[in-house]
């Protein structure tokens, strides 16, 4: 079976600036690290532009911090992309194309310097990915509010590249398995997952997170990359981020993973996406389906 090698490059930044501008400042920086690795895929944890900001009381300050894709900030990373030669995977706070329409989103930027369109099942062509699953919490003390600031995505989109069929999920997508599954099926062989998860979002716990990641890549058989960020940011109080990003394979096994710190760190592994088809004909958990007895 012919190799089908890509470099992939997390990077697991430390907590984002108050300032805008600040954040991306070093995101710049950052990338130009992450460059020097020459991968085919770079991507940054959710709201990578911005602090996380729907924690706490509800401001509507925030809305400023959105911008349109395209746009200012899209262009200048499209820049840097055609300049490493490198598809980027960016999260931001979208402002879309009505007043008061806003979401939680990622845009795929090509090595050409292009925002690559995602298609969904029905066949509509996106700009960018929204998050479908907003949360809304208030678990021990942890409270979170997407809700007021955001919309609902319409959906899954698969978007296809020269170097392989991707997915994207934000944070809170990743707890519904139909997600995977919806994705996994319409053949997308690297899903990338940003992440803004905390000590106190999850009932686990920070260790939980590569755990489920080697659960969900392996039981849909593809590669799954999640990328949080790590350290304290402050927004009304502290948010103590943990980190622990992971390129998880089809066979449940971490290439690499981040540590649990309060710095940037870039993880980075160089994947075969040949061993999908080879894991797929090892195990049946996609050819063995029968959805017709899974109807409620």
Known sequence: ???????????????????????????????????????????????STTQYFPVGPTDPKYFEWAEPIPGPTTDRFADKAKEYGCYLVLPMFEKGDLEGEYYNSAVLISPQGQIVPGTLPDGRSVKCYRKNHLGMANFMGFKINEIF??????????????????????????????????????????????????????????????????????????????????????????????GLSCITNPRGQIVQQGPESSGSTLISATVDLAEIALTRNGFSYIRGRRPEIYKL
Not at 3 to 16: C, D, L, N, S, Y
Not at 26 to 43: Q, W, Y
Not at 161 to 175: F, H, N
Not at 187 to 207: K, R, T
């Open 149 to 242: 600031y955001m919309r609902n995505g319409p959906g899954y989109p698969i978007f296809n590249t020269d170097k392989a069929a991707i997915g994207i999920m934000i944070c809170l997508d990743r707890w519904f398995p139909e997600s995977w599954r919806a994705l996994s099926l319409r053949g997308a062989e690297i899903i990338f997952v940003p992440l803004a998860s905390c000590y106190g979002a999850s009932g686990g716990g920070g260790e939980i997170l590569p755990w489920s990641f080697r659960i969900w890549a392996h039981e849909n058989l593809l590669f799954a990359v999640g990328c949080n960020k790590a350290g304290i940011e402050r927004v009304e109080r502290d948010f103590n981020y943990y």
């Open 1 to 47: 079976m012919q190799e089908r090698p890509v470099k992939i490059v997390a990077i697991q930044t430390g907590p984002a600036s108050p300032s805008k501008e600040e954040t991306i400042e070093n995101n710049i920086k950052l990338l130009a690290e992450a460059a020097k690795e020459e991968p085919g895929f770079v991507v940054f944890p959710e709201f």
